[in-house]
């Protein structure tokens, strides 16, 4: 029931906050710039606001309010803390007048910061470094590390995938779904209710960001969403179920890597454009049809995890 509640506050909360919100960032002039190597249809995006991803500290916040504990403010921190970050990047591309903002090892390194106070307020699993899927504990040195890598890969995937109207927002109700089902399930029911106010965040906010999109959610957003995802497979034991549940973002991922490894070495591009959707587009996908199929693969994946769950659990 709680959980269920305070899906449908942050909800609520998000769809009557996101007109305003959205008139607010306009007069403040916080609009996006259009990356210049980018499609050409982006360019008509140039002028959007953006930084709308702040709606999602309406998670922690509902989460706190509904089940105070040690869980949910080490989930409130990291994930207040990467929108922090982000919204700093965010400012200092908007300053900047382009899509660039914060350097990616400086970007990196405060992430880091973040997952390790995350990781200091949450304390060690019962048992000491308990993961799912019949693996068994991990020593406890290696759960830190595995829980760090976590937190570093997952936010700057789902930033990575936030490039299409709708695109990042979809696409992580799936794997946030099936981390509340899963924190039910093996005893965190705090956890539960956390992803769960993520979802409704996430929910209220793609009434304005679905395409065409009136807000974007920046950097400000896609971190804090990847921190979400993150935090919750950490808590709930299931880090290496994430890159089956969060297989889109690992696909995304996966592609710059592979684009940016067989320029340097080659002098060729594996792909029209990375990361992954916009090759998509490039090959000639309108937007909308990129983003629905970016929802399904996150959906069947998702599916394949939560049946994975349900017979190791």
Not at 23 to 34: F, I, K
Not at 114 to 122: N, R, S
Request: aromatic fraction near 8%.
């Amino acid at each position: 029931m709680k959980a269920l509640l305070a899906l449908g506050a942050t909800f609520a909360l998000a769809a009557v906050l996101g007109r305003p919100l959205i008139a607010a960032l306009r007069r403040s002039s916080t609009s996006q710039t259009a990356y210049e190597d980018a499609p050409q249809t982006h360019q008509t995006k140039t002028g959007t606001p953006t930084m709308g991803g702040v709606l999602f500290a309406l998670a922690p916040v509902v989460a706190l309010a509904c089940t105070p504990s040690r869980a949910t403010l080490a989930l409130a921190v990291l994930v207040l803390g990467c929108m922090g970050i982000g919204a700093i990047d965010d400012l200092a591309a908007i300053r900047k007048q382009k899509n660039r903002g914060l350097r990616a090892l400086p970007k990196f390194a405060l992430t880091g910061l973040a997952g390790i106070v995350f990781l200091l307020i949450a304390g060690q699993p019962t048992p000491p470094g308990t993961t799912l899927l019949g693996i068994g504990a991990a020593p406890p040195w290696l759960w830190y590390l595995l829980s760090l890598c976590v937190v570093l890969a997952t936010t700057h995937a789902v930033n990575l995938t936030d490039g299409l109207d709708g695109l990042a927002g979809g696409t992580i109700l799936p794997p946030l779904a099936v981390l509340a089902f899963t924190a039910l399930r093996v005893g965190v029911p705090n956890v539960g209710v956390f992803a769960s106010a993520t979802i409704g965040a996430v929910l209220g906010f793609l009434l304005y960001n679905r395409h065409p999109a009136r807000v974007f959610m920046g950097d400000t957003g896609s971190l804090a969403l990847g921190a979400a995802l993150a935090g919750g497979a950490i808590l709930t034991g299931t880090q290496l179920l994430l890159p089956l549940i969060g297989g889109v973002f690992a696909a995304e991922t996966l592609s710059v890597i592979i684009q940016v490894a067989s320029y340097k070495a080659t002098r060729r591009r594996v792909f029209r454009m990375s990361p992954l959707h916009h090759h998509f587009e490039l090959s000639g996908w309108p937007e909308t049809k990129v983003t629905m199929r970016f929802w399904i693969a996150s959906f069947v994946l998702s599916l394949l995890g939560f049946a994975l769950i349900t017979r190791t659990a």
